[in-house]
């Protein structure tokens, strides 16, 4: 699952370096640095508001960061076209929308280009593809606003691959689909991840479905980071000092719960004041 | 036969000036008003592209009070309120309603001056009624050529944009992520829809172009699968119900003793609500053919 001698020899897609954001007075991420290599596939995990998002705008150049730096195939990240794909958690795709599965992933290859375009024997052949590669054939002539969740996540993907990006981020690709559906699409990303050499990132709240697939964990909490392998970075000792209260990791049926400790829940509870029946 | 075609067109029809100018302005209008209709349904700007109508208004009508001809005012002032609209933040979506809402309320406010100066003074009578319902009977031949002109200004600025502009209907987020001028893109898509909103308020009336802006693009966006196919069904749908409108309108002058026509925009704003409603017949009827396949094939996977 882990293989650090991996990890150490393909090339590296992205660097972030001591990031820091302030958002509206509140800090938002604290120093975070880590960094994520080709075909490997890297778990973004925090709770709520941890500052997934908001580390993901910064990566794509959507958000400025307010200390720290992003480097991408060892440049800084310029505000031109980058080699990223992208899935927001959120595309508007109304069942009014005039467009099927394999345009919205056409609109992929070149949808930043001015002026209009004439379709290609090419074009039509690369989108062809790509919707074979995510498993999409079947519902390529179907309206996207018409697709079950699963059904678009597979095309958002294809439309976001298509460019050939060296780096594909997804902001919480789980958040709307039942479990089936979810798991699905990870081993989709697993296998498009090792087959063309993709850095993958993956935001998450939780973390327990990407456990068979994780090469390594980027923990977000307090808008603090630790990244490295799973076992390494998802322990008590590692999360108590990023959430600054005690924390424990139970491993249960190959599953990890991260729960808030004893002392946290003591403290909870004597601000809270005396309180009966809790637990 | 000939009985049959004298019913359908009345005399004089083909060889009136008025009609030749009508029908080009007519045609011109509703194929700038479907094309940018399909965007403006799409990116939810229905509301903005009524606003720019009472911002037109506004426009023409102080044009005819300071003696300038009424399609110059519709085009300055629908840009000017384009302009400000996206300044007040017509491009985040919660802003979008109220940036349009005081554009909207601002002009409403304008017209009621000029219209009521305008009346008053005694200058420009008829004036309302031309400003708010239209003039397509009554348009110099003259003003097809700044039509046609200012229809292909419109057309060439979607056609510029259009990639970005689906992009960033889609998703802002994709759209700036790949580098594309989120921003100056939807500030180009709004003067597209000012210009097209100043073109349908000179043939149907500032308060009615709302009808040809939405009402074939709509219709168009429940019975075609692609892009191409909602432009083309959009076009189709808009021009001939601008013609059959004014066939209509041309016509009622022999319907009834009296011998006046009826207002042409009547005509055309009720053939398309008649289309949008039929549309939605077919579109309702393919529906429920459809998805029994496609929730099949959900339900197989969820088993």
């Given at each position: 699952?882990?293989?650090?001698?991996?990890?150490?020899?393909?090339?590296?897609?992205l660097?972030?370096?001591?990031?820091?954001?302030?958002?509206?007075?509140?800090?938002?991420?604290d120093?975070?640095?880590?960094t994520?290599?080709?075909?490997?596939?890297?778990?973004?995990?925090?709770?709520?508001?941890?500052?997934?998002?908001?580390?993901?705008?910064?990566?794509?150049?959507?958000?400025r960061?307010a200390?720290?730096?992003?480097?991408?195939?060892?440049?800084?990240?310029?505000?031109?076209?980058?080699?990223?794909?992208?899935?927001?958690?959120?595309?508007?795709?109304?069942?009014?929308?005039?467009?099927r599965?394999?345009?919205?992933?056409?609109?992929?290859?070149?949808?930043?280009?001015?002026?209009?375009?004439?379709?290609?024997?090419?074009?039509?052949?690369?989108?062809?593809?790509m919707?074979?590669?995510?498993?999409?054939?079947?519902?390529?002539d179907?309206?996207?606003?018409?697709l079950?969740?699963?059904?678009?996540?597979?095309?958002?993907?294809?439309?976001?691959?298509?460019?050939?990006?060296?780096?594909?981020?997804?902001?919480?690709?789980?958040?709307?689909?039942?479990?089936r559906?979810?798991?699905?699409?990870?081993?989709?990303?697993?296998r498009?991840?090792?087959?063309?050499?993709?850095?993958?990132?993956?935001?998450a709240?939780?973390?327990?479905?990407?456990?068979?697939?994780?090469?390594?964990?980027?923990?977000?909490?307090?808008?603090?980071a630790?990244?490295?392998?799973?076992?390494?970075?998802?322990?008590?000792?590692?999360?108590?000092?990023?959430?600054?209260?005690?924390?424990?990791?139970l491993?249960v049926?190959?599953?990890?719960?991260?729960?808030?400790?004893?002392?946290?829940?003591?403290?909870?509870?004597?601000?809270?004041?005396?309180?009966?029946?809790?637990? | 036969?000939?009985?049959?075609?004298?019913?359908?067109?009345?005399?004089?029809?083909?060889?009136?000036?008025?009609?030749?100018?009508?029908?080009?302005?007519?045609?011109?209008?509703?194929?700038?008003?479907?094309?940018?209709?399909?965007?403006?349904?799409?990116?939810?700007?229905?509301?903005?592209?009524?606003?720019?109508?009472?911002?037109?208004?506004?426009?023409?009508?102080?044009?005819?009070?300071?003696?300038?001809t009424?399609?110059?005012?519709?085009?300055?002032?629908?840009?000017?309120?384009?302009?400000?609209?996206d300044?007040?933040?017509v491009?985040?979506?919660?802003?979008?309603?109220?940036?349009?809402?005081?554009?909207?309320?601002?002009?409403i406010g304008?017209?009621?001056?000029?219209l009521?100066?305008?009346?008053?003074?005694?200058?420009?009578t008829?004036?309302?009624?031309q400003?708010?319902?239209?003039?397509?009977?009554?348009?110099?031949?003259?003003?097809?050529?700044?039509?046609?002109?200012?229809?292909?200004?419109?057309?060439?600025?979607?056609?510029?944009?259009?990639?970005?502009?689906?992009?960033?209907?889609?998703?802002?987020?994709?759209?700036?992520?790949?580098?594309?001028?989120?921003?100056?893109?939807?500030?180009?898509?709004?003067?597209?829809?000012?210009?097209s909103?100043?073109?349908?308020?000179?043939?149907?009336?500032?308060?009615?172009?709302?009808?040809?802006?939405?009402?074939?693009?709509?219709?168009?966006?429940r019975?075609?699968k692609?892009?191409?196919?909602?432009?083309?069904t959009?076009?189709?749908?808009?021009?001939?119900?601008?013609?059959?409108?004014?066939?209509?309108?041309?016509?009622?002058?022999?319907?009834?003793?009296?011998?006046?026509?009826?207002?042409?925009?009547?005509?055309?704003?009720?053939?398309?609500?008649?289309t949008?409603l039929?549309?939605?017949?077919?579109?309702?009827r393919?529906?429920?053919?459809?998805p029994v396949a496609?929730a099949?094939?959900?339900?197989?996977?969820?088993?």
């Open positions: 699952m882990t293989d650090h001698t991996r990890a150490a020899a393909t090339p590296e897609i660097h972030v370096d001591q990031v820091g954001v302030t958002l509206a007075g509140r800090q938002v991420l120093e975070v640095s880590f994520v290599h080709a075909g490997e596939f890297t778990g973004l995990i925090g709770p709520n508001g941890a500052g997934k998002t908001t580390l993901l705008r910064v990566i794509l150049g959507l958000q960061p200390s720290g730096r992003v480097e991408i195939l060892g440049r800084p990240r310029s505000p031109r076209h980058q080699p990223i794909g992208y899935v927001p958690q959120k595309v508007l795709l109304d069942p009014d929308m005039p467009m599965a394999r345009d919205l992933v056409a609109l992929g290859l070149d949808g930043n280009r001015y002026g209009l375009r004439l379709p290609s024997k090419d074009r039509g052949e690369a989108v062809r593809a919707l074979h590669a995510v498993d999409a054939d079947r519902f390529a179907a309206r996207v606003g018409n079950s969740g699963g059904e678009q996540q597979r095309v958002l993907i294809a439309h976001a691959l298509i460019s050939r990006p060296r780096l594909l981020l997804l902001d919480e690709p789980l958040a709307n689909l039942d479990l559906s979810g798991q699905e699409v990870i081993a989709l990303l697993a498009i991840a090792c087959e063309q050499q993709i850095a993958l990132l993956l935001s709240h939780e973390m327990n479905p990407l456990l068979p697939v994780m090469d390594r964990v980027v923990y977000l909490a307090g808008g603090r630790a990244s490295g392998p799973t076992e390494q970075v998802v322990t008590g000792e590692v999360l108590s000092r990023l959430y600054g209260h005690h924390v424990d990791v491993h049926h190959g599953r990890i719960l991260v729960v808030a400790g004893a002392d946290a829940a003591d403290e909870a509870a004597a601000a809270a004041g005396p309180v009966t029946g809790v637990g | 036969m000939h009985q049959l075609y004298t019913a359908v067109f009345e005399p004089g029809f083909f060889a009136s000036a008025q009609v030749h100018v009508a029908a080009a302005i007519g045609g011109i209008v509703a194929v700038v008003s479907a094309v940018v209709g399909v965007f403006t349904v799409m990116r939810g700007q229905s509301f903005a592209g009524h606003a720019l109508g009472d911002v037109s208004a506004a426009g023409g009508s102080g044009a005819l009070l300071i003696g300038l009424p399609l110059a005012g519709f085009v300055g002032a629908g840009i000017a309120g384009a302009g400000m609209m300044m007040i933040g491009q985040r979506l919660r802003g979008r309603d109220l940036a349009t809402g005081i554009v909207l309320g601002a002009a304008g017209s009621a001056l000029f009521y100066l305008g009346t008053t003074t005694g200058t420009a008829g004036a309302t009624q400003i708010l319902f239209g003039s397509i009977f009554t348009t110099t031949p003259g003003t097809v050529t700044a039509v046609a002109a200012l229809g292909a200004l419109a057309l060439a600025s979607i056609a510029t944009i259009a990639r970005p502009l689906l992009l960033a209907t889609l998703s802002t987020d994709i759209a700036a992520a790949r580098g594309a001028p989120v921003r100056l893109v939807g500030l180009g898509f709004m003067l597209a829809l000012a210009v909103v100043a073109l349908s308020s000179l043939a149907i009336g500032a308060l009615l172009s709302t009808a040809l802006l939405i009402g074939p693009a709509a219709a168009a966006l019975l075609t692609t892009l191409p196919g909602a432009l083309a959009a076009c189709l749908t808009g021009v001939a119900a601008t013609w059959l409108g004014i066939l209509l309108a041309y016509d009622s002058y022999y319907w009834g003793p009296g011998h006046h026509s009826l207002p042409v925009s009547f005509f055309i704003v009720a053939i398309i609500f008649a949008y039929a549309s939605g017949l077919r579109a309702a393919r529906q429920a053919a459809v496609a099949a094939d959900r339900d197989r996977i969820a088993a």
